[in-house]
């Protein structure tokens, strides 16, 4: 009773928490632990302590143990459990027991012998504390626990039922078109249904709620774009049962709604100005009874396609006599005996009476009326207003956000041509269509990234300028018709360069000529903001821009991702765009010169210190000029004795002075040895700004980015311009772009204090940050505050580099080899290398060199240089260039190679990335069946970590292992798959790779390992294509085992042709004769009637079964198959075989020749075939045939509790027929 009542408490427990897995996640980080209630108490013959964990519904995540006689119980988020007071309630179990400060575990020391029974319940953790003398199975959860636990698991369950009804329904969507027409007098609205629907019409003052009892899609954007007379707001949403649709209609509008058909109609009366026309006035006095007050008519009797009453249903129910006002009516009184069309004009609803009304019968009786029909009226067609549909003109902007991220679209329906540029801390994105664009789902996406957006037209065209808060990169590309437009910190899209050429105008004049095929309009901007005009120029894709801006004595270009964008400084400057080109320039020609094309906006600093205030001196005060070794000397001496003459108070003072002249002199070691001296000192100096700049300034001059940043960044240096010119160089030094880029401005207050070779490697690290973050514009502008007859030969490699970068990014190719090979052939060192990268890119890009030529130069620069980011630069590019050379061993080995190098490193990553991406291809794209099944296999075991998690990573595993069992390399396939059955799979995908095992384990002759790893995956449900498949392993190999009876039975309530063909294998195997002839036999169904020859799978079939009849000693079914099939084998060449196998049993049943026609088709192997029929029907990667739930639990479901059978069951015993021997002689044997 005991173990029954246990079982079942537990079975609860773990429904309870396997349904009620609600997501509630605590932050481990939060400062407040996980609150919990303490009860201990003294239960018969044991004790108890339980916490609970009130407002959860699952226990925090715990592990415990106990050694040496103390429980620990470890969670992995702090709580706050108070069991200090647990010894005094169980003085005979534990003698203490604490709470870990930070909360993180719980410690009670047991007494001798007591024994530890921990259970979780919900919100509840049992620690149940056990004498030495207990006996039997360990307490139960207390009967009120169970039942809670059984009540919210039932809760759980008709909550998830509810949501499955739910997702069905939503599923089974109908197509709902909306449609909104106007006529004079009223404004129509449709809601046409393809499927049978039911609505409730309600309305509140000025909204309309309509209830539709199915989910569909609705477009409203054409009557938001331009809503109809009467209708100032719709809008829809999906309830719990269907789709609503609001409605703000204006106050004195009259609504009448009703059912047509398949379509609901709501119409909207009383917005129109005009005066009732005669006709309507004719149609409004016939249809008003006698006696009835003038504003007033009797809603004549209806049917399903007139209009409902505004005071209920539809149904059956409504069969009073509505009363409601008349609005104006079109209509036209014609001649007699037509009759009025209802449904041009349908009655109206009082609304006002009665808010909510119902239309769910299609089949509604007629309503009554003691009135004689109205008389009829004829309608002239041509006097009747015209009905137009409403047609809006608009493109939906899309935009969503993907981490720091925001992807626009702009859908138009045909080719428009654009441009994208920046100027200052605003966006602008102009358009050539006059078509209005809702901007709102910008708005939304962008959210306080956007300052202001606003929409301007003129003319054709219309520009969107956005206020961005911080700067962010831009960058647009097309799709189609559409533009692509992202803001973030990346560079999804890189525009190609358009480069600014001089020329000479017509009449003689100088001109600026920009190359820029497919040009749009030229746009004349006012900038809000400076007050002067913009000068624009669209283009059609693909995206083409100015990447840095130019400054000329007449104008000056904006930077821009597509397009071009420039301020003129004349007023007669003019702006075309002609024949493949922009052209800019004046009356008179403009103003060039040759510095024009080389320098850039203006000097660094003045850019830089714009807007900016003058910080204080700089801390450090580094000498600009170095001294000579008899001036360092005689210095030396000063400072050092110095520092031994001062006083205890003031010698910390004299050793700053000696570490900032060993700093001044490039001697960083030193003076970080003097500076942990003062340190060491008076560890207060750690909180002194200065200090701190110090150890940053020498931290990073000896290349330690990690350290310098914890002395860099701390709060008291935010604004001090010292800390931002060692935090630029730093920060490029650990690959952090963007800090250094926000940095660097800050430090122009001290810039010029500082020796050349600093201002040097300050400004190379600018311009490094500049070009990783593709912003070439301001790194052009570093590269101009650069002297090369300043540079030292430490920094000229270097900025020759940093050149290339900017050269190749603009367009100019050849500019940028040039610069790389020369740096190239220098002295090889770290920028020697990177050039030498930087040119097989290019020639590798560009086309010069192959991917086996760029291999085999990779393969020596990687031998050649080694220990930083190069290197992993190089082995990521000698990893691509040999995958694709089809070198897949070199690529996954220079991914090693690289991750061993530097784990932790962006390239790294990225490179491994990559290499995953072509190991997945060459596996699932069957790019390795070119490759020899031990090649393929060798290279999937070396490399095997990197399959993919998941649904892919199974699929790959079972295409090489079906790989494998073709060429009969069964040992090695069992391995792939039984790794994948004990290491990464549960649930379904279990299962069903278990059923592919077993049959591996079949092929290899080793059915009792099949029998045993199908138990050991065994589950209580499964989906039915899967459980069929593994039913027909498991038969196979059971009848392997001679378990005849079990096999059949296992398969008995199958069908299919897999399943008659294994029953007529296992039969046969099993010398069961007679039963395997007849299965053979009707295998064949009327095929001897077919006229159509027999296949050699079939005239097997027909053999075996006469062989099956002739072991049976069965004439009459022997007679019967020569009768039916003699014809159709009669002329093939197994007719002679036929006549053999068939002949009287008396007569040949115990001939030689009969003999060894039976051991022939005796030896061919059944597997072969069960093989074929396993691969057709199930090895399908795809799961087609598995139903939606299974394929999510393909990957990530949890391994579902065993069935009832243990699995023992599926092994017991053998079948007692199997051990009977056949009557006579097995042809199989023979």
Same mark, same amino acid.
């Given at each position: 009773?005991?173990?029954?009542?246990?079982?079942?408490?537990?079975?609860?427990?773990?429904?309870?928490?396997?349904?009620?897995?609600?997501?509630?996640?605590?932050?481990?980080?939060?400062?407040?632990?996980?609150?919990?209630?303490?009860?201990?108490?003294?239960?018969?013959?044991?004790?108890?302590?339980?916490?609970?964990?009130?407002?959860?519904?699952?226990?925090?995540?715990?592990?415990?143990?106990?050694?040496?006689?103390?429980?620990?119980?470890?969670?992995?988020?702090?709580?706050?459990?108070?069991?200090?007071?647990?010894?005094?309630?169980?003085?005979?179990?534990?003698?203490?027991?604490?709470?870990?400060?930070?909360?993180?575990?719980?410690?009670?020391?047991?007494?001798?012998? #007591?024994?530890?029974?921990?259970?979780?319940?919900?919100?509840?953790?049992?620690?149940?504390?056990?004498?030495?003398?207990?006996?039997?199975?360990?307490?139960?959860?207390?009967?009120?626990?169970?039942?809670?636990?059984?009540?919210?698991?039932?809760?759980?369950?008709?909550?998830?039922?509810?949501?499955?009804?739910?997702?069905?329904?939503?599923?089974?969507?109908?197509?709902?078109?909306?449609?909104?027409?106007?006529?004079?007098?009223?404004?129509?609205?449709?809601?046409?249904?393809?499927?049978?629907?039911?609505?409730?019409?309600?309305?509140?003052?000025?909204?309309?709620?309509?209830?539709?009892?199915?989910?569909?899609?609705?477009?409203?954007?054409?009557?938001?774009?331009?809503?109809?007379?009467?209708?100032?707001?719709?809008?829809? =949403?999906?309830?719990?049962?269907?789709?609503?649709?609001?409605?703000?209609?204006?106050?004195?509008?009259?609504?009448?709604?009703?059912?047509?058909?398949?379509?609901?109609?709501?119409?909207?009366?009383? #917005?129109?100005?005009?005066?009732?026309?005669?006709?309507?006035?004719?149609?409004?006095?016939?249809?008003?009874?006698?006696?009835?007050?003038?504003?007033?008519?009797?809603?004549?009797?209806?049917?399903?396609?007139?209009?409902?009453?505004?005071?209920?249903?539809?149904?059956?129910?409504?069969?009073?006599?509505?009363?409601?006002?008349?609005?104006?009516?079109?209509?036209?009184?014609?001649?007699?005996?037509?009759?009025?069309?209802?449904?041009?004009?349908?009655?109206?609803?009082?609304?006002?009476?009665?808010?909510?009304?119902?239309?769910?019968?299609?089949?509604?009786?007629?309503?009554?009326?003691?009135?004689?029909?109205?008389?009829?009226?004829?309608?002239?067609?041509?006097?009747?207003?015209?009905?137009?549909?409403?047609?809006?003109?608009?493109?939906?902007?899309?935009?969503?956000?993907?981490?720091?991220?925001?992807?626009?679209?702009?859908?138009?329906?045909?080719?428009? @041509?654009?441009?994208?540029?920046?100027?200052?801390?605003?966006?602008?994105? $102009?358009?050539?269509?006059?078509?209005?664009?809702?901007?709102?789902?910008?708005?939304?996406?962008?959210?306080?990234?956007?300052?202001?957006?606003?929409?301007?037209?003129?003319?054709?065209?219309? !520009?969107?300028?956005?206020?961005?808060?911080?700067?962010?990169?831009?960058?647009?590309?097309?799709?189609?018709?559409?533009?692509?437009?992202?803001?973030?910190?990346?560079?999804?899209?890189?525009?190609?360069?358009?480069?600014?050429?001089?020329?000479?105008?017509?009449?003689?004049?100088?001109?600026?000529?920009?190359?820029?095929?497919?040009?749009?309009?030229?746009?004349?901007?006012?900038?809000?903001?400076?007050?002067?005009?913009?000068?624009? #120029?669209?283009?059609?894709?693909?995206?083409?821009?100015?990447?840095?801006?130019?400054?000329?004595?007449?104008?000056?270009?904006?930077?821009?991702?597509?397009?071009?964008?420039?301020?003129?400084?004349?007023?007669?400057?003019?702006?075309?765009?002609?024949?493949?080109?922009?052209?800019?320039?004046?009356?008179?020609?403009?103003?060039?010169?040759?510095?024009?094309?080389?320098?850039?906006?203006?000097?660094? $600093?003045?850019?830089?210190?714009?807007?900016?205030?003058?910080?204080?001196?700089?801390?450090?005060?580094?000498?600009?000029?170095?001294?000579?070794?008899?001036?360092?000397?005689?210095?030396?001496?000063?400072?050092?004795?110095?520092? #031994?003459?001062?006083?205890?108070?003031? =010698?910390?003072?004299?050793?700053?002075?000696?570490?900032?002249?060993?700093?001044?002199?490039?001697?960083?070691?030193?003076?970080?040895?003097?500076?942990?001296?003062?340190?060491?000192?008076?560890?207060? =100096?750690?909180?002194?700004?200065?200090?701190?700049?110090?150890?940053?300034?020498?931290?990073?001059?000896?290349?330690?980015?990690?350290?310098?940043?914890?002395?860099?960044?701390?709060?008291?240096?935010? *604004?001090?311009?010292?800390?931002?010119?060692?935090?630029?160089?730093?920060?490029?030094?650990?690959?952090?772009?963007?800090?250094?880029?926000?940095?660097?401005?800050?430090?122009?207050?001290?810039?010029?204090?500082?020796?050349?070779?600093?201002?040097?490697?300050?400004?190379?690290?600018?311009?490094?940050? @500049?070009?990783?973050?593709?912003?070439?514009?301001?790194?052009?502008?570093?590269?101009?505050?650069?002297?090369?007859?300043?540079?030292?030969?430490?920094?000229?490699? =270097?900025?020759?580099?940093?050149?290339?970068?900017?050269?190749?990014?603009?367009?100019?190719?050849?500019?940028?080899?040039?610069?790389?090979?020369?740096?190239?052939?220098?002295?090889?060192?770290?920028?020697?290398?990177?050039?030498?990268?930087?040119?097989?890119?290019?020639?590798?890009?560009?086309? *010069?060199?192959?991917?086996?030529?760029?291999?085999?130069?990779?393969?020596?620069?990687?031998?050649?240089?080694?220990?930083?980011?190069?290197?992993?630069?190089?082995?990521?590019?000698?990893?691509?260039?040999?995958?694709?050379?089809?070198?897949?061993?070199?690529?996954?080995?220079?991914?090693?190679?690289?991750?061993?190098?530097?784990?932790?490193?962006?390239?790294?990553?990225?490179?491994?990335?990559?290499?995953?991406?072509?190991?997945?291809?060459?596996?699932?794209?069957?790019?390795?069946?070119?490759?020899?099944?031990?090649?393929?296999?060798?290279?999937?075991?070396?490399?095997?970590?990197?399959?993919?998690?998941?649904?892919?990573?199974?699929?790959?595993?079972?295409?090489?292992?079906?790989?494998?069992?073709?060429?009969?390399?069964?040992?090695?396939?069992?391995?792939?798959?039984?790794?994948?059955?004990?290491?990464?799979?549960?649930?379904?995908?279990?299962?069903?790779?278990?059923?592919?095992?077993?049959?591996?384990?079949?092929?290899?002759?080793?059915?009792?390992?099949?029998?045993?790893?199908?138990?050991?995956?065994?589950?209580?449900?499964?989906?039915?294509?899967?459980?069929?498949?593994?039913?027909?392993?498991?038969?196979?190999?059971?009848?392997?085992?001679?378990?005849?009876?079990?096999?059949?039975?296992?398969?008995?309530?199958?069908?299919?042709?897999?399943?008659?063909?294994?029953?007529?294998?296992?039969?046969?195997?099993?010398?069961?004769?007679?039963?395997?002839?007849?299965?053979?036999?009707?295998?064949?169904?009327?095929?001897?009637?077919?006229?159509?020859?027999?296949?050699?799978?079939?005239?097997?079939?027909?053999?075996?079964?006469?062989?099956?009849?002739?072991?049976?000693?069965?004439?009459?079914?022997?007679?019967?198959?020569?009768?039916?099939?003699?014809?159709?084998?009669?002329?093939?060449?197994?007719?002679?075989?036929?006549?053999?196998?068939?002949?009287?049993?008396?007569?040949?049943?115990?001939?030689?020749?009969?003999?060894?026609?039976?051991?022939?088709?005796?030896?061919?192997?059944?597997?072969?075939?069960?093989?074929?029929?396993?691969?057709?029907?199930?090895?399908?990667?795809?799961?087609?045939?598995?139903?939606?739930?299974?394929?999510?639990?393909?990957?990530?479901?949890?391994?579902?509790? !065993?069935?009832?059978?243990?699995?023992?069951?599926?092994?017991?015993?053998?079948?007692?027929?199997?051990?009977?021997?056949?009557?006579?002689?097995?042809?199989?044997?023979?």
């Amino acid at each position: 009773m005991i173990r029954a009542s246990m079982a079942r408490a537990m079975t609860v427990v773990f429904l309870s928490l396997l349904v009620l897995a609600l997501p509630i996640a605590a932050d481990k980080a939060a400062a407040e632990p996980a609150p919990a209630n303490v009860a201990v108490s003294v239960e018969p013959g044991f004790g108890r302590i339980v916490l609970t964990f009130k407002g959860r519904a699952l226990l925090p995540k715990y592990t415990s143990k106990t050694a040496n006689g103390v429980l620990v119980v470890a969670f992995e988020e702090p709580v706050a459990a108070q069991v200090d007071q647990a010894p005094i309630t169980l003085p005979d179990y534990i003698s203490i027991a604490r709470s870990d400060p930070d909360g993180s575990a719980l410690r009670l020391a047991l007494k001798r012998g #007591v024994r530890v029974n921990l259970m979780d319940a919900g919100e509840k953790l049992f620690i149940d504390l056990l004498p030495a003398r207990w006996a039997g199975n360990p307490p139960p959860l207390p009967a009120d626990v169970i039942a809670e636990l059984a009540q919210r698991a039932k809760e759980a369950l008709e909550r998830a039922e509810a949501a499955e009804h739910l997702r069905q329904a939503k599923e089974d969507k109908a197509t709902l078109v909306f449609h909104a027409a106007e006529a004079p007098t009223f404004t129509r609205l449709t809601f046409e249904w393809d499927k049978p629907f039911g609505a409730k019409f309600a309305r509140d003052g000025k909204t309309i709620t309509i209830d539709f009892d199915r989910f569909a899609d609705i477009d409203l954007s054409l009557v938001r774009a331009q809503p109809p007379r009467g209708l100032v707001e719709v809008a829809a =949403r999906e309830t719990g049962k269907g789709l609503s649709v609001d409605l703000t209609v204006g106050p004195e509008t009259g609504i009448r709604a009703f059912r047509e058909e398949g379509s609901y109609v709501v119409d909207l009366t009383g #917005v129109s100005d005009l005066p009732l026309n005669p006709a309507a006035e004719a149609v409004k006095q016939a249809l008003r009874p006698q006696g009835a007050p003038a504003d007033e008519i009797i809603i004549p009797p209806t049917n399903s396609g007139t209009p409902q009453t505004a005071g209920g249903d539809t149904g059956a129910n409504s069969q009073n006599t509505k009363t409601t006002k008349l609005p104006p009516m079109p209509a036209a009184l014609g001649g007699p005996g037509e009759q009025a069309d209802a449904g041009a004009e349908p009655a109206p609803e009082n609304v006002a009476q009665a808010p909510e009304a119902e239309a769910e019968s299609e089949n509604a009786p007629a309503q009554k009326s003691a009135l004689p029909p109205p008389p009829y009226l004829s309608t002239n067609p041509e006097a009747l207003p015209v009905v137009r549909e409403r047609k809006g003109n608009f493109i939906r902007v899309e935009a969503r956000r993907i981490g720091n991220t925001v992807r626009m679209t702009f859908p138009f329906p045909e080719p428009v @041509a654009a441009a994208t540029f920046r100027r200052g801390k605003h966006l602008w994105m $102009v358009f050539d269509t006059p078509v209005p664009m809702d901007t709102r789902a910008i708005r939304t996406a962008l959210g306080p990234q956007a300052l202001d957006l606003s929409v301007s037209r003129s003319g054709g065209a219309q !520009a969107l300028r956005i206020e961005l808060k911080d700067p962010l990169l831009t960058t647009i590309g097309i799709d189609g018709n559409a533009w692509l437009v992202t803001i973030g910190d990346i560079v999804l899209e890189p525009s190609r360069p358009l480069q600014i050429a001089r020329s000479v105008s017509s009449t003689g004049g100088a001109i600026l000529k920009i190359p820029f095929p497919q040009a749009g309009q030229v746009h004349k901007l006012d900038d809000p903001v400076v007050g002067d005009r913009i000068h624009v #120029v669209t283009g059609y894709g693909p995206a083409r821009g100015l990447f840095k801006p130019h400054r000329f004595v007449d104008l000056a270009t904006l930077p821009s991702a597509h397009g071009v964008a420039l301020v003129g400084f004349a007023d007669d400057l003019v702006v075309s765009a002609e024949d493949d080109a922009i052209e800019v320039g004046r009356g008179r020609g403009l103003t060039l010169s040759s510095n024009d094309f080389e320098n850039s906006l203006g000097s660094l $600093v003045a850019l830089q210190m714009e807007g900016r205030e003058v910080e204080p001196e700089s801390m450090l005060e580094i000498s600009v000029h170095r001294l000579n070794p008899i001036e360092y000397r005689h210095r030396l001496n000063q400072l050092q004795e110095a520092i #031994v003459d001062a006083s205890e108070k003031e =010698r910390n003072q004299r050793r700053l002075d000696l570490a900032r002249f060993f700093l001044a002199e490039r001697m960083p070691y030193e003076s970080l040895a003097v500076l942990k001296a003062v340190l060491n000192a008076d560890p207060k =100096r750690e909180l002194d700004p200065s200090f701190s700049v110090l150890l940053g300034a020498a931290e990073t001059l000896v290349d330690r980015p990690k350290d310098a940043h914890a002395h860099l960044f701390k709060q008291a240096l935010d *604004k001090n311009p010292d800390a931002a010119f060692w935090r630029t160089i730093a920060a490029v030094k650990s690959g952090d772009w963007k800090t250094a880029r926000e940095t660097a401005p800050l430090s122009q207050s001290v810039f010029g204090g500082y020796p050349i070779d600093l201002q040097n490697e300050f400004t190379l690290a600018a311009t490094k940050s @500049a070009i990783e973050l593709n912003d070439f514009g301001a790194a052009d502008e570093y590269l101009a505050e650069l002297l090369p007859e300043h540079l030292d030969p430490t920094h000229l490699g =270097r900025y020759d580099v940093l050149r290339g970068r900017v050269a190749d990014a603009s367009g100019r190719v050849d500019e940028a080899l040039a610069l790389y090979d020369r740096v190239g052939k220098g002295t090889f060192n770290a920028d020697a290398a990177e050039a030498q990268y930087r040119a097989l890119r290019i020639r590798h890009r560009e086309g *010069k060199l192959d991917a086996k030529e760029a291999s085999d130069a990779l393969e020596k620069l990687a031998i050649r240089w080694r220990g930083d980011e190069v290197e992993l630069q190089v082995l990521r590019f000698l990893a691509q260039a040999s995958a694709e050379n089809g070198n897949y061993r070199r690529a996954f080995e220079a991914m090693k190679t690289a991750i061993i190098a530097a784990p932790d490193a962006e390239t790294s990553r990225l490179v491994q990335d990559e290499m995953s991406a072509v190991f997945a291809s060459l596996f699932l794209d069957h790019k390795a069946d070119d490759m020899s099944p031990i090649n393929a296999l060798t290279l999937y075991y070396d490399f095997r970590e990197l399959t993919p998690i998941g649904r892919r990573g199974d699929e790959m595993v079972r295409d090489l292992a079906e790989r494998l069992i073709d060429v009969d390399l069964l040992d090695q396939a069992a391995e792939l798959l039984q790794h994948q059955v004990d290491n990464r799979l549960k649930g379904v995908a279990r299962a069903q790779i278990a059923a592919d095992l077993g049959l591996v384990y079949l092929l290899d002759r080793k059915p009792e390992r099949a029998l045993g790893v199908l138990s050991r995956t065994r589950q209580a449900r499964l989906p039915g294509p899967l459980d069929r498949q593994r039913r027909v392993v498991e038969a196979r190999a059971l009848a392997a085992t001679k378990r005849v009876n079990r096999a059949l039975d296992l398969i008995a309530s199958l069908q299919g042709p897999d399943i008659e063909r294994l029953r007529a294998d296992i039969m046969w195997d099993a010398g069961h004769w007679r039963e395997a002839g007849e299965q053979l036999e009707a295998m064949q169904g009327q095929r001897w009637a077919d006229p159509a020859p027999f296949s050699e799978q079939e005239r097997i079939d027909v053999l075996r079964a006469a062989i099956a009849y002739s072991q049976a000693d069965d004439q009459l079914s022997l007679d019967r198959l020569r009768s039916k099939f003699s014809t159709k084998l009669a002329d093939s060449e197994h007719a002679h075989a036929f006549d053999v196998v068939t002949r009287p049993i008396e007569d040949g049943g115990s001939t030689v020749e009969f003999a060894e026609i039976a051991s022939k088709i005796a030896s061919i192997d059944t597997l072969e075939g069960f093989l074929e029929e396993y691969r057709k029907h199930y090895m399908k990667h795809e799961h087609d045939e598995l139903p939606g739930a299974a394929k999510d639990a393909v990957s990530k479901a949890d391994e579902a509790p !065993a069935g009832d059978a243990p699995a023992e069951q599926a092994a017991e015993g053998v079948d007692a027929a199997a051990a009977d021997a056949p009557a006579k002689p097995d042809p199989a044997a023979s």
